[in-house]
């Protein structure tokens, strides 16, 4: 017979769990503004705003840009210059930024140091000025995959290129350049510098070629010489640095660091799922995977829908343990965490390697701790020491095979299942389908595995009844 109790005990500890987490998510949501915002700049009315660009373009980007210019325009700066080297990055996320610069009432310059390649290229075209220091390029804004595979969606290539060429035209520089810049199935002339872009060809330019065919206003040396060319010296200059926060969340979602604190969390919720009890793994599980959402959510890649589909997706997968679903719930709870993980990630392709990679080196992790320290002392701090006796109504199935052929009395209605009560043991039993009323003797002709299996005796051939349940102790 199981210890109900000890199942109660493992409910309670499976609730506070849940608790628990829900109070983290609901702390981290309510908590993430006021630990990841910046401290406001000094202000210095009619400065020049430096913010650097120097990553990929992406959502946390975004959110970085779109802080700077909110202070430049609070502080009433003169001019807005982007220090940029950058690969590129998202359609979506460069398009917002084009888009913040178009309607800010400062206008914009951009400083190319290195690179301004695909979206970096859209940003730069939407800015009111154009300096590239030597050795820099602007342009190779064909659309591409996340390996780097050009795309061959003709409606969304000649989308980007539209887009390309709308900004171009914003400053009256030559937009067939910005569709050259895109799409490998033109041809674009360009007598400036005594070149023809052919089909199957992409535009990069270089600074000089740049401000030959008027998409760079002038080469600098740096940043301080394009201000100066702006009218100001470096003393005007504020520099729009990211706070400590969105550092952190620069650092939280890397792809390395991602796919380490989903290791970290499906390992530990699967140990604490997998075995009785509430500790350490657990907790390091539910602090990773908080550290990963919080850091989507800090730096703008997702909202807060994705710690609910994260905290539904784990609630489901616990009520799989008690519920009997037929693995509904344990899909749907599987679907809910990985749609969330997806959800909170920059790049949906770079979440489902991460996540891929997690999950086959938890379960090589979980199966190795499992396997050889199932019988020390380290595997013991992570598992409950608790042993089966029979002193606390456990019974083995050697036990249970002692029990063949005893009789006893049905203590409630067997339909097939019930209590019965034999040699003054309570025993949870079956029968062989038949309906057997309460206080009628029965005997235990099998057992099955944890099934004991009874039958209602019959009346002896001298006309004697069952056994009387009173006399049954």
């Known amino acids: 017979m199981t210890n109900k109790t000890d199942g109660r005990t493992y409910q309670r500890r499976v609730l506070i769990w849940i608790s628990m987490l829900l109070l983290i998510v609901t702390m981290g949501i309510t908590s993430v503004h006021s630990v990841f915002a910046a401290a406001p700049s000094a202000a210095s009315t009619g400065a020049v705003y430096v913010i650097p660009v120097d ?12 802080r700077g210019f909110q202070e430049a325009q609070d502080n009433k700066a003169s001019w807005i210059v982007l220090q940029m080297s950058t690969p590129g990055g998202e359609i979506q996320a460069a398009e917002g930024i084009g888009e913040m610069i178009r309607n800010s009432p400062i206008p914009t310059a951009v400083v190319v140091q290195d ?23 602007i342009g190779a804004a064909a659309v591409v995959d996340s390996s780097g595979q050009p795309v061959n969606d003709a409606k969304l290539v000649a989308y980007w290129k539209g887009e390309m060429r709308a900004a171009a035209q914003l400053h009256s520089r ?21 070149q023809t872009k052919e089909k199957g060809q992409i535009i990069s330019l ?8 008027g998409y760079a206003d002038g080469i600098v040396s ?56 509430f500790g350490v793994p657990g907790i390091i599980g539910v602090i990773a995977f908080g550290l990963y959402f919080f850091g989507g959510y800090a730096a703008g890649f997702s909202g807060s ?26 899909i749907l709870g599987a679907g809910s965490l990985v749609t969330g993980v997806v959800k909170a990630a920059y790049d949906t392709s770079n979440a489902l390697l991460s996540l891929g990679i997690a999950f086959a080196a938890a379960v090589v992790f979980v199966s190795i701790m499992a396997f050889v320290f199932k019988k020390r002392g380290i595997w013991n701090r992570f598992i409950l020491s608790e042993q089966l006796s029979s002193d606390q109504n456990y019974m083995s199935n050697l036990q249970r095979e002692l ?8 203590l409630t209605p067997l339909r097939p299942s019930g209590t019965v009560i034999v040699d003054g043991q309570h025993l949870d039993v079956v029968t062989q ?3 057997i009323d309460k206080n009628c003797p029965v005997r235990i002709i099998r057992i099955d595995g944890s099934r004991i299996i009874v039958d209602e005796k019959v009346a002896d051939t001298e006309g004697h009844e069952g056994i009387d349940p009173h006399h049954v102790t």
């Open 305 to 330: 829908e994705t710690w609910l589909l994260f905290g539904v997706g784990l609630v489901l997968l616990v009520l799989e343990l008690f519920i009997p679903s037929f693995g509904i719930l344990g």
């Open 222 to 277: 740096s940043v301080n010489e394009a201000v100066a060319t702006l009218g100001h010296s470096p003393a005007d200059m504020v520099l729009v640095e990211p706070s400590i926060g969105e550092n952190i969340a620069r650092f939280l979602t890397l792809p390395l660091v991602a796919t380490i604190l989903l290791f970290v969390g499906i390992a530990g919720i699967a140990m604490e799922i997998l075995i009785p009890g």
């Open 55 to 66: 990553r990929e373009i992406e959502g946390g980007l975004q959110k970085f840009l779109a």
């Open 115 to 137: 690179r301004a390649a695909s979206a970096g290229s859209y940003i730069a075209l939407n800015a009111d000025k154009i300096y590239m220091q030597p050795g820099s390029t």
């Open 433 to 435: 389908g038949v309906y």
């Open 206 to 213: 270089t600074a000089q070629e740049a401000q030959k065919v």
């Open 403 to 410: 029990l063949l052929g005893m009789e006893g009395v049905s």
């Open 174 to 194: 030559n937009p067939d350049i910005a569709a050259g810049m895109t799409d490998v199935n033109i041809s674009v002339a360009m007598p400036e510098i005594g």
